[in-house]
DNA sequence: TTATATAATGCAAATAAGTGCACCATGGGT
DNA sequence: ACCCATGGTGCACTTATTTGCATTATATAA
């Protein structure tokens, strides 16, 4: 399903490393078209493709994580320390909320359900305070 | 981003009452192309658009949850109590927990951020027994 | 510096999922 | 039973993402 990271060999790439460096200097989980457009200026016949999978070469190092937004699109960022997220789906944005609630939790679950727990997510959806205000006072 | 579930009237529509049907007898967290063939036979002109379609409207209803697997399908279920995920990313499988860890964990998340939590999603990736087993003992 | 192996890229094609539209079907009124 | 408004469906097209392949670029050794 998914390779052990077996540790192949990786070149230098002046377009991964600009990609990493732009999700590092981004707090807002930009989806790939968005770094695409960003990078595209720099890298006049960059392709979309190229974008995918660097993606997905920084996301097997583990310095880059998918976010699944509940959207059509997927988010992407280069947050490395473990936190969730509260997804607003009124506007999309995706805030990181930092606190470690449960730092036993992938022991417990472990023990609990006979499963090699290695890591987990957890995803909040609600409304921001943005869309609450705009809203007026409901909910 | 979501619309707001406003009660549109809906009609009767076998197709739909057979698809939740057949989500609701099994807990294998299928992909919609597995549903889709499942209905086939009894639909022979059943279309995928139409699959997806009715699990959009099951979802809004509140009846099926689809599932991020991490792969390139996403998955459905119609379990409709809450529980988490342990997804295997050798072979795919998830597997329902059902015990409810931190009940309070929207309120307390809800106080902290500012943000009107509406629900959450929890999900463990690592390895299932059956992968353990055919690995040999490693992890 | 040159040669060699192979990772990275661009492009186009393939997938998975979502959508517009013309037509069919459900359900309430007559 | 018939009419009609509108929800549901099939089909084809679009969008978001992934992948195959020929070409280009990086890194290492000769
Ligand atoms: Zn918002
Ligand atoms: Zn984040
Ligand atoms: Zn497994
Ligand atoms: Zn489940």
Chains 1, 2 share one sequence.
Not at 66 to 80: L, P, V, W
Not at 107 to 136: M, P, Q, Y
Request: aromatic fraction near 10%; include cysteine.
């Amino acid at each position: 399903m998914q390779q052990q990271s077996r540790a192949k060999p990786l070149r230098y790439s002046r377009q991964r490393e600009r990609l990493l460096y732009l999700l590092q200097s981004t707090d807002t989980h930009p989806t790939a078209g968005w770094l695409y457009d960003m990078l595209k200026p720099e890298f006049p016949n960059l392709s979309l493709g190229t974008v995918y999978r660097n993606l997905s070469v920084l996301i097997e190092q583990g310095l880059v994580k998918k976010i699944d937004s509940g959207s059509t699109f997927d988010r992407y960022e280069a947050k490395t320390t473990p936190h969730y997220h509260l997804i607003c789906h009124e506007c999309g944005t995706i805030i990181d909320f930092e606190e470690q609630l449960f730092p036993e939790i992938d022991a417990l679950v472990s023990k609990a359900a006979d499963f090699a727990v290695e890591g987990h997510r957890i995803d909040f959806f609600g409304t921001c305070s943005a869309c609450r205000t705009r809203n007026g006072k409901n909910s």
